[in-house]
């Protein structure tokens, strides 16, 4: 194995939750999660790499291709996808669909690039959300500190394929989904910017994404930090993408290195999340929304692990419930001799819509598992699936 990798999200947010004044929240559904099987190895990294990069760093998500086949993406930042007939029968695929240039300028947005979340409407053309990270410990002169955590600058931005996901491709200019309103300072000190956006689902007429803030403080732009909610209503026009307010979705976020942001706009995060969500779906049955999530133990959260929580609009959420226990990203891995569990999803391998973003009473949910050496989170990583049975009273 190579030496360990940089994590693709390491966060822990606050949460601060906005409700809409305009109307009254509706009541989040019952529902019970219920893991029914043993894990199944789906990749092991000693096992099926294309090369030491290939591990597998970020929540899966599949379409199907035109041709009816299974892409599922989730690897590291030489972006390969897996591809089979169908969600229990995938390899991965050597073939590099994105790479991640290294560039030192932060408005190429081309440093660290992880594709995930997808859209295709057709199983040809795919929209993409890309995790952007710009490593500024790596670039010199672009950062006085030295270690990652106090350089990391992110962004959410778009790419595309015309090709069913055998390729994507940056817009030029770059395209920023979801950006900070300022650019990398050499001197910033923390983590900043948006990260980690979920899938991407449909209510019919609007697309949806959550993705986790850093939160800023500016002249009349006060931003908490947490998870906010973004739609548009066509994900191949990525500029569209609006976050919710609190009283509608009119935040944008756009590139601050193409003109500088003025007046900017701030996101309303929406509870129970206190991390990046995992994975949203629409459970077929009653039309409710099904979310997972790690988190660590606190307040809120008796033990560490996958929690999941209920919604009818996206925006209300009930208490989260525990689904899987275990030690996650944001617990000390120096703790954690069992090694970690990260990167929840849920996935249908009978969904109905091309994206898996709905599901039945089952499904799998989707993890990695990532061992320890002392206080070292290694490289050595599995990709595992578990069938999931599902309930949800309306």
């Given amino acids: 194995?190579?030496?360990?990798?940089?994590?693709?999200?390491?966060?822990?947010?606050?949460?601060?939750?906005?409700?809409?004044?305009?109307?009254?929240?509706?009541?989040?559904?019952?529902?019970?999660?219920?893991?029914?099987?043993?894990?199944?190895?789906?990749?092991?990294?000693?096992?099926?790499?294309?090369?030491?990069?290939?591990?597998?760093?970020?929540?899966?998500?599949?379409?199907?291709?035109?041709?009816g086949a299974v892409a599922l993406f989730g690897m590291h930042y030489r972006n390969r996808a897996f591809r089979g007939p169908r969600l229990d029968a995938l390899k991965l695929d050597c073939a590099m669909v994105l790479e991640s240039g290294g560039k030192a300028d932060p408005a190429a947005y081309d440093d660290a690039s992880w594709i995930t979340a997808t859209w295709t409407e057709d199983g040809r053309a795919v929209a993409a959300l890309v995790h952007h990270e710009y490593r500024a410990n790596e670039h010199p002169g672009r950062c006085r500190a030295k270690d990652y955590m106090a350089c990391w600058?992110?962004?959410?931005?778009?790419?595309?394929?015309?090709?069913?996901?055998?390729?994507?491709?940056?817009?030029?200019?770059?395209?920023?989904?979801?950006?900070?309103?300022?650019?990398q300072e050499v001197g910033q000190g923390s983590h900043r910017g948006f990260f980690n956006p979920s899938n991407i689902v449909s209510d019919g007429?609007?697309?949806?994404?959550?993705?986790?803030?850093?939160?800023?403080?500016?002249?009349?732009?006060?931003?908490?930090?947490?998870?906010?909610?973004?739609?548009?209503?066509?994900?191949a026009d990525p500029a569209s993408w609006r976050a919710w307010t609190g009283t509608g979705y009119t935040a944008a976020f756009p590139d601050p290195y193409a003109k500088p942001v003025k007046g900017a706009a701030t996101c309303a995060p929406v509870a129970p999340f206190p991390t990046p969500v995992g994975a949203v779906v629409r459970h077929r049955g009653s039309g409710a929304w099904i979310a997972v999530f790690m988190a660590k133990a606190g307040t809120g959260f008796p033990q560490s692990g996958f929690y999941w929580t209920t919604s009818r609009d996206l925006l209300a959420w009930d208490t989260p419930r525990l689904l899987l226990a275990g030690a996650t990203l944001y617990d000390d891995p120096c703790r954690a001799p069992g090694g970690l569990i990260a990167y929840p999803s849920l996935l249908d391998p009978e969904a109905r819509g091309r994206n898996f973003d709905d599901t039945g009473d089952a499904a799998f949910l989707t993890y990695v598992t990532l061992r320890t050496e002392g206080c070292t989170i290694t490289s050595d990583r599995d990709l595992l699936r578990r069938d999931l049975a599902i309930k949800v009273w309306p």
Avoid: I
Avoid at 33 to 49: E, H, I, N, Q, S
Avoid at 158 to 163: I, V
Avoid at 167 to 176: E, G, L, Q
Avoid at 213 to 221: C, F, M, N
């Fill in 153 to 183: 600058y992110n962004s959410v931005v778009a790419a595309a394929s015309t090709d069913g996901g055998r390729s994507f491709t940056r817009a030029a200019p770059p395209v920023v989904v979801a950006g900070a309103p300022f650019r």
């Fill in 1 to 67: 194995m190579t030496r360990p990798l940089p994590l693709a999200a390491r966060l822990l947010l606050g949460l601060v939750c906005l409700a809409a004044p305009a109307r009254a929240a509706p009541e989040p559904p019952l529902s019970a999660l219920t893991l029914v099987g043993p894990p199944v190895v789906m990749f092991k990294a000693g096992r099926d790499a294309c090369d030491g990069v290939d591990v597998p760093d970020a929540s899966a998500r599949a379409f199907r291709e035109a041709s």
């Fill in 205 to 235: 007429t609007w697309r949806y994404f959550l993705a986790s803030t850093t939160g800023w403080t500016l002249p009349g732009s006060d931003q908490s930090a947490g998870v906010c909610l973004f739609r548009t209503r066509d994900p």
